[in-house]
């Protein structure tokens, strides 16, 4: 299992992604409670490797993750370029949108939530996609 992990300095989105792809958990959390969060899910899934954005807090993340949770998950960077406003889209493709919101048009449109979570789905997407794009060639 893949858990994609979208730090940032407030607020962190985490997912849990099955082998078949299969959505397991997401959820948007205090920066504070990211590295507790991620223990309580790596007791709860069998994961393998942490997917994150290569951002320019990656690096601090990454030793905070390895000190916290030792060198048994892999932790893999991929390039998180737009990733946030995949994110948005991706959210009204996941919660559509009602009342006078489906009169705004979509590009206009802002989540009434943070997207972090979402952006953490497509972190790992995009890891599972170079993937098999190495294995097709």
Same mark, same amino acid.
């Given at each position: 299992m893949i858990l994609g992990f979208d730090p940032g300095r407030d607020k962190? $989105?985490?997912?849990?992604?099955?082998?078949?792809? !299969?959505?397991?958990?997401? =959820?948007?959390?205090? #920066? =504070? =409670?990211?590295?507790a969060t991620i223990q309580q899910l790596s !007791?709860?899934? /069998?994961?393998?490797?942490?997917?994150?954005? +290569?951002?320019?807090?990656a690096k601090s993340w990454q !030793?905070?993750? #390895? #000190?916290?949770? $030792?060198?048994s998950l892999s932790i893999a960077l991929v390039d998180e370029r737009? #990733?946030?406003?995949?994110?948005? +889209?991706r959210y009204w493709q996941m919660y559509s949108p009602q009342g006078l919101q489906r009169l705004i048009p979509q590009g206009m449109? !802002? /989540? /009434?939530?943070?997207? +972090? +979570?979402?952006?953490?789905i497509i972190l790992i997407e995009r890891y599972l996609k170079l993937g098999t794009e190495a294995q097709g060639e």
């Open positions: 962190c $989105g985490l997912a849990v992604m099955g082998k078949e792809r !299969q959505l397991l958990y997401h =959820q948007v959390v205090a #920066s =504070q =409670q990211a590295i !007791q709860k899934f /069998p994961l393998e490797t942490i997917v994150m954005g +290569d951002g320019t807090t !030793q905070e993750i #390895s #000190s916290n949770l $030792g060198e737009y #990733s946030t406003l995949e994110a948005r +889209d449109r !802002q /989540p /009434p939530r943070p997207v +972090d +979570d979402l952006v953490a």
